[in-house]
């Protein structure tokens, strides 16, 4: 079965740098969008980067370019997230996702099948 397991996650201090893992199975990787997602306490699960794994089209939120890069590793069927310059806005577990056709809309969680537990970030000094 699909599954999606996120790593990575810890407390960390504003400015600092972290990089998230999404370990993914029981799909064809090569072929899959997979987007990062994160939830904050008392709001809504936000979109915060795609990527397509067969062409490596990445795509982000405005909050998050400049700052974040997400990439894949497709022999290892893996997707990253490289967070720098962190805020304590950005305290959220994090969720990778997948299960959808197409990148339109990416950011809208309900278009999603698959999720991952999450990973906890925390920024704070």
């Known amino acids: 079965q699909v599954q999606l397991v996120e790593s990575g996650g810890g407390l960390v201090q504003p400015g600092g740098s972290l990089k998230l893992s999404c370990a993914a199975s029981?799909?064809?990787?090569?072929?899959?969008?997979i987007t990062w997602f994160r939830q904050a306490p008392g709001k809504e699960r936000e979109g915060v980067s795609c990527i397509t794994t067969g062409g490596g089209n990445a795509y982000y939120r405005d909050f998050a370019k400049g700052r974040f890069t997400i990439s894949r590793d497709n022999a290892r069927h893996t997707v990253y997230l490289q967070m720098n310059s962190l805020e304590s806005e950005d305290t959220a577990v994090y969720y990778c996702?997948?299960?959808?056709?197409?990148?339109?809309?990416?950011?809208?969680?309900?278009?999603?099948?698959?999720w991952g537990q999450g990973t906890q970030v925390t920024v704070s000094s």
């Open positions: 996702a997948t299960g959808r056709a197409g990148v339109v809309g990416w950011w809208v969680a309900d278009l999603y099948v698959y």
């Open positions: 029981g799909f064809t990787f090569d072929s899959a969008v």
